[in-house]
């Protein structure tokens, strides 16, 4: 293997190095991720992830030069509604928005209205990507059916998924997440996953007592998942904490595309590659 990252973690992890626990500042963000695009690990980074409300607060255009394509990632923090000013304020030249992320819900509401909203805002962006973020509660397989609707009626739309935070009920069980991929695995719904995946094999933080899925169990269960299996198997590959039993199955597919998992957003690029290179998927040296 050479040190180039393999084809099958090519844009695996978006920078999200402005949102907790890193909160960089959006200037040292910025540089960062440029380091970022120009290391030999730049096949691994997704785009720069940034909030509306710092979009909306205009100092990106003073960072960014307009001949370098800068490419971001706009998260929805203010409101589906709000997404069409933040996407106003993108600088004209130098900045493209290569996604947009907003959640379409809190836990216990009905998803349908807000992603009726963000599903009309999709028809009007003229082919950016929109990931849905939907709560794994109330009315969550009605609402794939409706994105799964929406991307047959041939618009950009697919499904983003909360996997940690703050509080115990934000990490799904492996059976509810192994339960989620097979249920877009079923629809062929691409999804984006968010929060908690800060190693890659699942863990127990000691500070929070919190346990964290890993994104390679993630990988595993995935490619298990659209080779066919069903809920039970898939949950499995979710808990295991062996790197061994993860390893080998996505070693198997380095030199193929990622099916259906688009990926997740980290605060460091640092913890991921590193986890990659210990576990001996991704050969190479890392400095930040």
Avoid at 24 to 45: E, G, I, N, Q
Avoid at 56 to 83: C, K, M, P, W, Y
Avoid at 153 to 165: C, I, Q, S
Avoid at 266 to 271: A, L, N
Wanted: glycine share 10%; aromatic share 6%; charged share 20%.
């Amino acid at each position: 293997m050479s040190t180039q990252v393999p084809r099958l973690f090519a844009g695996l992890v978006d920078d999200a190095a402005v949102f907790p626990p890193g909160s960089a500042t959006l200037p040292d963000a910025v540089a960062a991720h440029r380091r970022h695009r120009a290391a030999w690990y730049a096949d691994l980074v997704g785009p720069l992830l940034l909030p509306a409300s710092a979009i909306a607060a205009g100092e990106l255009g003073a960072l960014v030069n307009r001949s370098e394509g800068f490419v971001i990632g706009l998260i929805g923090d203010t409101g589906v509604d709000q997404l069409p000013f933040a996407l106003s304020f993108l600088p004209p030249d130098g900045v493209t928005a290569r996604q947009i992320e907003a959640p379409v819900a809190k836990r216990g509401e009905d998803p349908q209205p807000g992603l009726a909203e963000l599903i009309k805002l999709t028809e009007k962006l003229g082919g950016t990507p929109v990931y849905a973020e939907i709560p794994l509660t109330f009315g969550l397989l009605a609402a794939l059916d409706t994105v799964a609707e929406a991307r047959a009626d041939g618009l950009p739309v697919a499904a983003k998924f909360r996997t940690g935070g703050l509080a115990a009920e934000l990490f799904p069980t492996p059976v509810e997440l192994a339960a989620v991929i097979c249920a877009c695995r079923d629809r062929e719904l691409p999804f984006k996953l968010t929060a908690g995946l800060h190693h890659a094999v699942r863990h127990r933080d000691p500070e929070t007592g919190f346990t964290h899925h890993g994104f390679v169990n993630v990988l595993a269960a995935t490619l298990a998942a659209v080779d066919g299996a069903e809920v039970d198997a898939v949950a499995e590959l979710l808990a295991a904490t062996d790197p061994v039993r993860l390893v080998e199955p996505v070693r198997g597919g380095l030199d193929t595309p990622r099916p259906l998992w688009i990926g997740y957003g980290s605060c460091s690029m640092t913890e991921p590659l590193t986890d990659l290179i210990r576990l001996g998927l991704v050969n190479g040296g890392f400095e930040e």
